[in-house]
């Protein structure tokens, strides 16, 4: 109480001095003499990991704001790696969201707390209180009603926390959003966490390939760095070529066709598409690298129409009597 006398302090303001100096004292002394809301000092406490006094604080909360103080104290506990306190806090979210239903509901939905401890665990790589948010979710069928309601996975490549990565990529019924996560890798030159998503992404993605997916979405940069760290083949080159010059002809397309690895099958077929759907300035540029088959050109030539039996004429000379 002296503290408060000498600072000027407002009760709300003890109550956090209190919980931040671990005065358990003070802070039953103010509980004891004033009525306030104790949301902020609620939330520091959870930082702390100190369930006495977020016990002691729990019912000075305000009953609308009731919602978003467990939220917000769900997210300092698992940012600061509490677990016990994390495990506390979704519980007593839940169990506050279910009764009664009322105004306080239409911002939140009842999965949201599991979601935020996993997300700020997983940013701040505590794979502990991680493993339990996921735990939790599954356990609570959370997942089958919002598979993709965190996005742990893309905080933990974020921060480069390999070992929360690895541990989430083992979790599949999640609809991790692997692009995303990716994308971050790449950018911090994060070579692990690439080589652990580019070889889990078949598993999220239907089967397609990482590296295919990047060229088809014109991404020069992530194509250009997965080629030099994973090798991939040359068919996956050819389907990466294809798929990259569907509807005109990108930066992606010419460095595939640089590094001297796209097929001519996968050249033939790109010429194919062109024809097939009347893209002109598609198949005069392909056309120009002089890589196509003459069977493609003759085919191509029997299917089009007269611009584009024009556009060969004009761009392949040397299949003239061919065509």
């Known amino acids: 109480m002296e503290t408060i006398n000498k600072l000027a302090m407002t009760p709300q303001e003890a109550l956090v001095e209190a919980v931040t100096r671990n005065q358990a004292r003070d802070l039953h002394d103010v ?27 729990r019912s000075g909360i305000e009953y609308l704001d009731e919602l978003e103080v467990l939220a917000t104290a769900a997210a300092a506990a698992a940012k600061n790696g509490m677990l016990s306190a994390a495990k506390y806090l979704i519980l007593e979210f839940e169990h506050s969201f279910q009764e009664p239903v009322d105004e306080r509901n239409a911002y939140y939905q009842f999965d949201d707390a599991t979601w935020v401890v996993m997300d ?21 069928d959370l997942v089958a009603s919002s598979p993709f309601g965190s996005d742990a996975l893309y905080c933990a490549a974020c921060r480069g926390h390999a070992d929360v990565v690895r541990f989430l990529l083992d979790q599949p019924t999640f609809g991790w959003k692997l692009d995303a996560a990716f994308e971050k890798a790449v950018e911090n030159v994060d070579e692990v966490i690439v080589k652990m998503l580019y070889e889990a ?37 050819g389907e990466a070529f294809v798929d990259a010059a569907r509807c005109y002809y990108t930066d992606v397309a010419e460095f595939l066709l640089t590094t001297g690895r ?26 120009s690298k002089k890589r196509a088959s003459p069977q493609v050109l003759i085919t191509a030539a029997r299917l089009g129409q007269f611009p584009i039996v024009k556009c060969l004429l004009n761009v392949q000379r040397h299949s003239l009597n061919a065509l």
């Open 120 to 140: 700020e665990a997983a940013a701040e790589g505590h794979l502990d209180v991680v493993k339990f948010g996921v735990g939790h979710a599954v356990k609570s």
């Open 262 to 287: 796209v097929p001519t099958d996968a050249f033939d077929k790109a010429v194919s598409n062109a024809v097939s759907s009347g893209r002109i300035s598609l198949l005069k540029t392909l056309s």
């Open 31 to 57: 509980l004891c003499r004033f009525e306030c809301d104790s949301s902020d000092a609620f939330v520091v406490a959870a930082g702390f990991g100190n369930q006495v006094a977020m016990r002691l604080l």
């Open 201 to 237: 992404y078949p598993l999220y993605a239907d089967g397609d390939n990482l590296f295919v997916r990047m060229a088809r979405d014109s991404r020069t940069d992530a194509v250009e760095y997965l080629y030099d760290k994973v090798h991939p083949s040359p068919t996956l080159v």
